[in-house]
């Protein structure tokens, strides 16, 4: 299992967002410039994340991004959503169907809680389950307060200026 890029992009130009005085906003050239990112790349990235309501844009010369909630609010399983998607990552194909044991069962034609022949996707549908949970916890105020207790303040500062 592993997610696209795009996810890491994402929860790093989200940080720059963070600190932002509310009437203000930050364009794409200037967050991929700070990160040494594509800028086109970087604006399939805020397409997504605008689509699920994560930020907002201001269009015009002066428009960019800014976070559409408090940091609070968006947790990092919100972001892997929006830019990933929402499908499940373990896919169960219901191979027992064409199993001899149970083809001409016709208890096997989904797996869902109420079949209990399908052990393995359940095991596996309860661990993703555990690990949204464990994204859910971690939000951007989260990130924000481990970034200010384990980067130098001189790092914090020269990105903010920058932008």
Not at 84 to 106: A, M, V, W
Not at 113 to 138: F, V, Y
Request: charged share 25%; glycine share 6%.
């Amino acid at each position: 299992m592993s997610y696209s890029i795009m996810v890491e992009y994402a929860l790093h130009s989200l940080v720059y967002l963070i600190d932002i005085p509310e009437e203000e906003s930050i364009g794409i050239k200037n967050l991929s410039e700070v990160q040494g990112l594509s800028e086109t790349y970087l604006s399939k990235v805020f397409g997504k994340l605008s689509k699920s309501g994560i930020v907002s844009s201001s269009p015009g010369v002066k428009g960019g991004y800014k976070l559409a909630k408090p940091p609070e609010e968006i947790s990092f399983w919100d972001v892997i959503e929006a830019v990933e998607g929402k499908k499940p990552i373990y896919q169960c194909k219901n191979i027992l169907k064409t199993s001899l044991k149970y083809r001409d069962d016709e208890e096997c034609t989904s797996c869902t809680q109420s079949n209990p022949i399908c052990t393995i996707n359940l095991a596996m549908l309860e661990a993703e389950e555990h690990m949204r949970e464990a994204l859910r916890k971690k939000t951007l105020a989260w990130l924000i307060r481990e970034l200010d207790r384990v980067l130098p303040e001189k790092v914090r500062i020269g990105s903010q200026n920058y932008l």
